[in-house]
């Protein structure tokens, strides 16, 4: 028997067609992580199916471990939005493919799905490479690496001074006392990951996020 359930929000991911009125949907949504549906739909509506898409859904199974079907209602265009724009397109694009890549099923990604809806709303703004910077950092740090802004490095218990660095090698984040003498070995840590660091911080974010994969792909 099907649960009954209320219309949850997502984001699609992919849409692959199956048949003339069938596609297997992938989709990201807050209380689920990534799932995916078949979903039934007439060629009049099949321009809804768009990657980056906003929908609310309900996904019938008759058995838990069963894909089901999904049946929507489309809430937000968001790639006829970008339709015309190359650049927010291309964005989109790399967004999808990476949250299909590292999110896992049936796991709540809610801080990282508000994110995510904030981000593709705005992928037409002049600064959206620093959005797509955090999008990544934001998506490491729901997968368990991230910097750790508590615990870091400091010359003692004494040591009141900022946070201000971090150490290439290990990933620690460092105070700016203990940091002193060595700072051309460290990388400054940006003002927006609570750091003190105001220029360049996208591609601050962007080197912080390489050090985070290598520290993934290492462990």
Do not use: W
Request: glycine share 4%; proline share 2%.
């Amino acid at each position: 028997m099907e649960k009954s359930q209320s219309f949850k929000q997502a984001i699609i991911l992919n849409v692959n067609y199956t048949g003339a009125n069938m596609a297997l949907v992938t989709i990201f949504c807050e209380h689920t992580g990534l799932n995916k549906g078949i979903v039934k739909i007439a060629k009049k509506r099949q321009a809804e199916l768009q990657k980056g898409n906003i929908i609310e859904y309900l996904h019938l199974k008759r058995q838990e471990d069963n894909l089901g079907t999904l049946k929507f209602n489309l809430l937000e265009q968001t790639f006829v939005k970008y339709f015309d724009n190359l650049t927010a397109i291309k964005n989109l694009n790399y967004i999808t493919k990476q949250l299909i890549k590292f999110l896992k099923q049936d796991i709540p990604q809610i801080t990282l799905f508000e994110s995510t809806l904030k981000l593709l709303r705005n992928l037409d703004i002049d600064n959206s490479d620093s959005l797509i910077a955090m999008f990544d950092y934001n998506l490491l740090k729901e997968m368990g690496y991230t910097l750790d802004t508590k615990n870091y490095l400091k010359v003692d218990d004494d040591d009141l001074s900022p946070i201000a660095y971090i150490s290439p090698r290990s990933c620690r984040v460092v105070s700016l006392n203990l940091a002193k003498g060595y700072e051309s070995k460290l990388l400054k840590l940006p003002k927006v990951l609570g750091g003190q660091e105001e220029e360049n911080q996208t591609q601050l974010i962007k080197q912080i996020n390489k050090l985070l994969l290598r520290n993934a792909l290492n462990s």
